[in-house]
């Protein structure tokens, strides 16, 4: 019902920027906390950031001043720009939402299906 498609990443240089999107369809009442995880091999998935319908927003600590969360809620989309990227950061980045499909006020979870992202030395 509701479907996340991210775009955005690649391969880039440490030291390098990125910017991802992620863009929610389908049959939406309202969204509310969108965020980004990761996850890199061998490692479990990780939230990297998160804004909530209120304006409130997270960093994990590995990230934070390199990366600033965004939304457009009209479009229903989320971004994440990510600056100063380390090698470390090579990992697939999944976008997910909580979302309300049916009007009801009850939420879902929702992913897309992942961006890979590579930081190269």
């Known amino acids: 019902q509701v479907q996340l498609v991210e775009s955005g990443g690649g391969l880039v240089q440490a030291g390098g920027s990125l910017r991802l999107s992620c863009a929610a369809s389908g049959t939406i009442f309202s969204i509310h906390t969108m965020a980004w995880y990761r996850q890199a091999p061998g490692k479990q998935r990780e939230l990297v950031a998160s804004s909530t319908g209120g304006g409130s927003t997270y960093y994990a600590d590995s990230m934070k001043g390199r990366i600033t969360v965004s939304r457009d809620n009209a479009k229903n989309m989320v971004y994440l720009q990510m600056n100063s990227l380390k090698t470390e950061d090579t990992a697939v980045y999944y976008c997910?939402?909580?979302?309300?499909?049916?009007?009801?006020?009850?939420?879902?979870?929702?992913w897309g299906q992942g961006t890979q992202v590579t930081v190269s030395s």
């Open positions: 997910n939402t909580d979302a309300d499909p049916t009007g009801r006020g009850l939420l879902f979870r929702y």
